[in-house]
């Protein structure tokens, strides 16, 4: 998917488009930490969240390598 648009970050609203998820269901995950802050999510200089794509991918194919990472 990254590949094709070529983007990595994506605020909430075009992520819900791109993969069916509700923006409750996206901030659930950030708010109880199963998404990790500048992992699979951050803040813009505007406030707003985004999303990462790429991590979003890894995560839903059971990618846990980011666990090493946030260690």
């Given at each position: 998917?990254t590949?094709i648009?070529?983007?990595?970050?994506?605020?909430i609203p075009?992520?819900?488009?791109?993969?069916?998820?509700?923006?409750?269901?996206i901030?659930?995950?950030?708010?109880?930490g199963f998404?990790?802050?500048?992992?699979?999510?951050r803040k813009?200089?505007d406030?707003?969240?985004?999303?990462?794509i790429e991590e979003?991918?890894?995560w839903?194919?059971g990618d846990?390598?980011w666990?090493?990472?946030a260690?």
């Amino acid at each position: 998917m990254t590949q094709i648009i070529g983007i990595r970050w994506v605020l909430i609203p075009k992520f819900c488009e791109l993969t069916g998820y509700t923006k409750d269901a996206i901030n659930s995950k950030i708010d109880k930490g199963f998404w990790i802050e500048e992992i699979h999510w951050r803040k813009s200089p505007d406030n707003r969240r985004q999303i990462n794509i790429e991590e979003y991918i890894k995560w839903v194919e059971g990618d846990m390598t980011w666990l090493e990472e946030a260690a």
